[in-house]
Each structure stands twice: as C-alpha cells, then as structure tokens.
C-alpha cells in the first residue's frame, strides 16, 4: 500500500520538475518577437553575427536587419517603418525632432574606413594628407601625379587616369570618410564638404555604387579605381588598402588595433553622438556607429525585445566586435547606455 505521504512527495517533485523543464520553454514563448532594423552598411556583417548569435541567450527572439544605407535608415526611423534603424552619421536634432515617440542613440562599435585601390602592380600605396583630399576633389586625376610620386619613392605609378568609386546611396561611411577630408583639407570642405551624400564637385571618371558591397565590387572590377569601405569588406574582399598619413605625420595602415588607438581618446557626450574629424594617434579615418531605437514601444511585447536586444549587444554581443575588426564600445560607456535604455523602456 502506497501512503498519501509518498504520494505527495512524488506529486510535488513532478510539479517541481515540470516547472523546471518547461520553465525555458514558457521563457521562450514569452520572449518571441521579431524586430526589424535597417541602415548602414558599415556594420551589416556585425549585426548579422549578433542577430544570430543572441538566439543562444533568447531562442524566440528574431533579429531581421537590412543594409540600405545610413540615410534610408535614418527616414525609416523617422517615418516609423521598423523597430531600430542604423547609422554611422548621428541623427541631427533636426532629425530626431521629427520622431513623435523619440530616439534613443545607441554605440554599438567603432571601425576604420579603408581606402581601397585597384591599380596594376601597385600594392604598397601611401596617401598623405594632401593628396588624399585632392584625389577625391579632382585635383588630382591621374595615378603617376608627381604629388603621389612624391610619397610613393620607388613605386611604379602607372600613366593611367584615377576612377573614382563613391556611394550612390546617403551612406554614414561616406560621412566618415568626407568628414575626415574635410578637417584636414580646407579646399574639401569647401569643394565637398562633410556630407552623407555628397555631390563630389569637380570628380571625373567617377563610379557610383549602393552599400559598402557595391562599391568593394565597383574597386575589385575597375582598373585603376580607388574607393572607400568599411575595413572587414576590404578583408572580406581581398582588396588593397593604402596606408594614411595621420595627424603625427605616420602612414598608418587600417586594422582592428589602429581603429582602437583612434577611438582611444573619444569622450562620449550624454546623447552618445560623436563625431571623429581627425584623431591624434592610430588610423586617422575611423568613425562610430548607432542603432537608433525608440523612447516608447506600445507594444509590451516588443519594448521587451527591444531591451533586451540592446542590453545583449552592449555586454555579451561586444565580444564578438573584435572578431569582425570592429572596435568595442568601452564597458563605462556601455552600462550608461544600458542604464539610459531600461530607464526608457519600462
């Protein structure tokens, strides 16, 4: 004869071990969503490597996130057709005006823009800071000039006409890179000047192309070409990236560890927005990057995702920054984001 007492024992513990063994299983379902985010290219192959990486900590949570451009990022956050946007130019207060639920930006990494090139038999190429600027002004047209010749001693410089490979698309990348040019080159900034979409006054032979992709596969196919990308779609696409003359008069070339030495010294303002002009130390052509995510969600469902989607990419998904030779967001900076976000997103 069994005895109540060993029945409510057993019936106890099989309480406990279905509550234990459908406790992540009902956490699951509580946590299924999917959010949609678009943006920038620069930090595309990133966010691709968090989408699938935070299914390990929240199985039900879908991250869907399309590279259109850090300009078609910013309307559709303002417009309110996705969950999060992504850009490497900060929105404008102007910008952030127009969004009736308000925006939170959010730094998820830093990266240097490559200079890419494509030129036949040259594969160790410097570029001062005169002749960066004057190349994408056109004031300079051809690869065998004597003011690349000049920083180039005994490389072969073809008698071939510089085609240039700039974004078609408002792009956060060309941000950084004319925003550089313009700080060192008085001449730029007046020519060009540091926009998301520039019009390149004065340019010849110049190739348009949609996303940091578009313009890697524009420099790969075009002899004599010269470009600029984020630094993993150089890696990704085996191309030749120049070395930059920096602040400190040093042709630097980019990396993980010289984008770092760049954003070293970065102070981050309470609204997070930064803009890298010309550093003193490291890879002169570095730049952050935002999600830029909702004050208020109306959804509860979703404002959870949200949240735990940014608290995730600020402390777990950072480590996997440096395998894609993005720079981390440093942890002080991180947790006042994560505090701002919570606080936020109740």
């Known amino acids: 004869m069994v005895s109540t007492k060993f029945l409510n024992r057993v ?66 956050v303002i417009a309110g057709t996705v969950d999060f946007g992504g850009s490497d130019a900060a929105m ?30 040259v594969n160790n190429l410097r570029l001062s800071r005169e002749v960066l600027p004057a190349i994408f002004s056109g004031q300079i047209s051809n690869w065998n000039d004597d003011r690349i010749k000049k920083v180039n001693p005994g490389v072969n410089l073809p008698n071939v006409p510089i085609r240039p490979v ?6 956060g990348t060309t941000f950084i890179f004319t925003n550089h040019l313009s700080t060192i080159s008085p001449y730029f900034k007046g020519r060009v000047g540091a926009n998301t979409a520039p019009k390149w006054v004065g340019l010849s032979n110049v190739t348009r192309a949609k996303g940091n992709p578009g313009v890697a596969g524009g420099v790969a196919r075009t002899s004599g070409s ?11 696409n085996k191309l030749n990236s120049a070395q930059i003359e920096n602040k400190q008069k040093q042709y630097v070339a980019p990396s993980l560890q010289t984008a770092n030495q760049a954003l070293s010294t970065v102070q981050f303002p309470a609204n997070y927005r930064v803009f890298v002009g010309d550093p003193d130390q490291g890879y002169p052509i570095v730049g952050l990057t935002w999600m830029m995510i909702y004050r208020n969600y109306p959804d509860a469902n979703k404002r959870t995702a949200v949240r735990n989607w940014i608290n ?13 030779n993005y720079t981390r967001i440093p942890a002080p900076v991180a947790s006042k984001v994560i505090q701002d976000v919570n606080t936020a997103l109740k």
């Open 92 to 121: 404008k207060d102007d910008e952030i005006a127009k969004v009736s639920r308000g925006v939170i930006l959010v730094p998820t990494a830093g990266g240097a823009v490559s200079v890419v090139y494509n030129v036949p038999g």
């Open 226 to 236: 010269i470009g600029y990308v984020e630094y993993s779609f150089a890696v990704a």
């Open 166 to 171: 700039v974004r078609a698309d408002s792009s």
């Open 312 to 324: 995730w990419v600020l402390t777990d998904g950072q480590q996997f920054n440096d395998d894609l």
């Open 11 to 76: 019936a106890v513990t099989t309480v406990v071990t279905a509550a234990v063994t459908l406790g992540p299983f009902l956490t699951a379902i509580a946590q299924q969503a999917q959010l949609n985010g678009a943006g920038a290219t620069f930090p595309a192959p990133l966010y691709e490597r968090y989408a699938r990486e935070v299914r390990k900590k929240y199985p039900g949570l879908s991250i869907n996130y399309q590279g259109v451009g850090s300009g078609a990022g910013i309307r559709q």
